[in-house]
């Protein structure tokens, strides 16, 4: 096989560890079990002391002493088991068969889990406690790095409930909703499909079934959707109980903690992302505006795939091949980190320097290997702060995409790499802000250098399915979700409902422009069933355009733009969305102009493409 040439680098991760057995492992092991007994300990105080949390003041110097040892030894004992878990995980990405990685996996969660619980007691007291005690605790160097996830806890206050409620509701969740949301993972794991491939029907699982939505041809694509769609239908009414339950849940216990101010579904939401609802207003009614926008990169690419209208199975079809193009070139790794290399040095030199290091350091990982387990990621290692980028290279023209997203990532956490871990804590909001700079900055010279109009189609028709996606799709699940919050609150919705529902949203969204709606992505997709969290959908059409509308201010500010940048990326872990954009990009997230412009450079994106066909 010719891939081998194509194949990215080994990771190494020995500076860290050797292996599993290796001295420093062992010790790092055996003290962060001692120190998660020791916090165990110290926990008791706290637990005692939570019983009198509203009568706490700046005075209780001893318990302060304590709050300030114990913050230090958690801090110390978290970077620990960070740095193991990383390492561990990063064995399994290679070969999920590890059995050794494994089990050590299982061990280091629950001495992790462990270490959470010792806290519980101490953070509330941080969260309730009166301001004079809280005060006496953050002017403590301990305490710092914790100010801004603190401050925003506090802002919660008024809709807490009594310790004892707090607790129960915490333990009921284990049987509550996080067992619905069990639920939907064990359906959605162990239920099987038929798919017709190549004439002959394949028993698979939904992960493989959906996967065909990238093949090349358009019967395979419409034989995995029909797949899933008719397996989901069989589970219709246990999905539709698993969403009426959650919503349910959810929406008493708001109402619970609305004695003194009313809590709307989305509040919560919105805190836990750290955006205002006037920014999600602002965002969604530009999104709303420029349906168009989306709507017409779809008919490009159903013109691309030579139909009328494109159905829900062709959205992830991969760009078709021109008769002209012939055998698709490769790309190497070595070509691929130069390309990224040159772009970032565009922006800055130092950010082109970065990607040398991660290169010279052997911090990437794009072998190609049977056992190697599917997707990419950035991770980082807690105690040298260095950052990892895991994949499969295989010379795709999506592969560099990749490369260039998690080195993305990987930059983002290299720039943050002197700040104390919890600073380093960004909300999902932010996360994707340097990774889809990245990937546009990369395009953008992939465009330039691109020899012929064939190349330039391909590159541009990503941009084509980021626009179906954050414009269309993602709104659409956003809608789907608050007219179903809305409805829930006065009673529980049919299997028949939440696909007339779904049916309406994709309508709102994608208009006319598909063959048929996605009625049944209620089943579907996970995210809507997911336990901890609620409008998990959002937060990505906010990222991307948050990160083009960066990538605007590249021009605008010129020469001062990378260092205002590097400050941005720096304070995403303790900083609001807003006040980041106002200080280092001079704009208001509440105001539509902002996102009108991102939407601008969707519009030229998608114009671009049209100049070519
Ligand atoms: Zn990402």
């Not at 949390?53 to 709050?67: P, Q, R």
């Not at 349910?248 to 809590?263: F, H």
Request: net charge negative; charged share 25%; with cysteine.
């Amino acid at each position: 096989m010719t891939k081998a040439n194509f194949e990215g680098p080994h990771w190494d991760n020995g500076v860290e560890y050797k292996d599993l057995t290796a001295a420093e492992f062992v010790v790092d092991l055996e003290k962060l079990r001692r120190n998660v007994e020791r916090l165990k300990e110290q926990s008791t105080l706290f637990d005692e002391e939570l019983a009198r949390v509203t009568h706490l003041s700046g005075s209780d110097l001893e318990l302060i002493e304590a709050a300030v040892r114990m913050r230090r030894l958690a801090d110390e004992t978290f970077v620990l088991g960070a740095n193991l878990g990383t390492y561990v995980s990063c064995l399994l990405s290679l070969n999920g068969g590890h059995t050794q990685a494994r089990n050590m996996q299982a061990i280091l969660r629950q001495l992790m889990t462990r270490l959470e619980e010792s806290l519980t007691s101490i953070e509330l007291i941080m969260t309730q406690a009166p301001d004079g005690f809280v005060s006496s605790c953050l002017s403590r160097a301990e305490f710092q790095p914790h100010l801004f996830s603190i401050q925003k806890q506090r802002e919660w206050r008024p809709y807490l409930l009594s310790l004892e409620e707090e607790k129960v509701l915490t333990r009921f969740s284990v049987n509550g909703p996080d067992a619905w949301g069990t639920l939907y993972d064990n359906i959605a794991s162990s239920l099987r499909c038929e798919v017709k491939l190549d004439g002959q029907d394949i028993s698979m699982g939904l992960a493989r079934a959906a996967g065909c939505a990238q093949s090349a041809h358009p019967l395979e694509r419409l034989a995995g959707y029909r797949a899933v769609e008719g397996a989901w239908s069989t589970q219709k009414e246990a999905c539709a109980s698993i969403l009426n339950a959650l919503a349910g849940w959810r929406l008493d216990e708001y109402k619970t903690r609305s004695k003194n101010n009313a809590l709307h579904f989305l509040d919560r939401p919105l805190h836990e992302s750290r955006i205002r609802r006037s920014t999600l207003d602002a965002m969604m009614h530009v999104v709303e505006k420029n349906l168009e926008v989306g709507r017409s990169a779809l008919r490009l690419k159903a013109r691309e795939l030579n139909c009328e209208k494109l159905g829900p199975w062709d959205l992830f079809a991969p760009v078709p091949e021109q008769e002209t193009a012939g055998e698709t070139k490769k790309i190497s790794f070595d070509d691929a980190v130069e390309l990224i290399r040159d772009a970032f040095a565009d922006v800055d030199p130092e950010m082109g320097q970065f990607v040398e290091l991660m290169v010279k350091n052997r911090w990437i990982e794009g072998t190609v290997g049977d056992s190697k387990r599917p997707g990419a990621y950035c991770t980082r290692f807690a105690k040298s702060r260095t950052p990892r980028v895991y994949m499969t290279y295989k010379g795709t023209m999506e592969d560099v995409g990749t490369l260039a997203h998690e080195l993305g990532h990987a930059f983002h956490n290299w720039v943050m790499r002197d700040l104390p871990l919890p600073e380093t804590w960004y909300p999902m909001t932010l996360a994707e802000t340097a990774s889809i700079f990245a990937e546009t900055v990369v395009s953008d010279v992939m465009l330039k250098r691109a020899p012929d109009p064939v190349s330039r189609r391909k590159i541009l028709w990503g941009d084509l399915g980021s626009a179906e996606s954050f414009l269309l799709n993602i709104p659409a699940r956003f809608w789907f979700e608050s007219d179903f919050y809305d409805k829930r609150q006065e009673r529980t919705l049919s299997p028949d409902e939440f696909s007339e529902l779904m049916s309406q949203a994709w309508k709102r969204a994608y208009g006319n422009e598909l063959s048929e709606m996605n009625s049944m992505f209620w089943c579907s997709k996970l995210h809507f069933h997911i336990s901890g969290t609620s409008f998990y959908n959002y937060p990505y059409t906010f990222g991307y355009l948050f990160s083009l509308g960066v990538y605007a201010q590249r021009e605008r500010q010129g020469k001062d733009f990378y260092t205002n940048y590097v400050q941005l990326l720096r304070d995403t872990g303790r900083m609001g969305a807003e006040e980041l954009a106002r200080k280092y990009l001079n704009v208001d997230l509440g105001q539509e102009e902002f996102w009108q412009a991102s939407v601008n450079m969707v519009k030229r994106q998608i114009e671009n493409y049209v100049a070519l066909v």
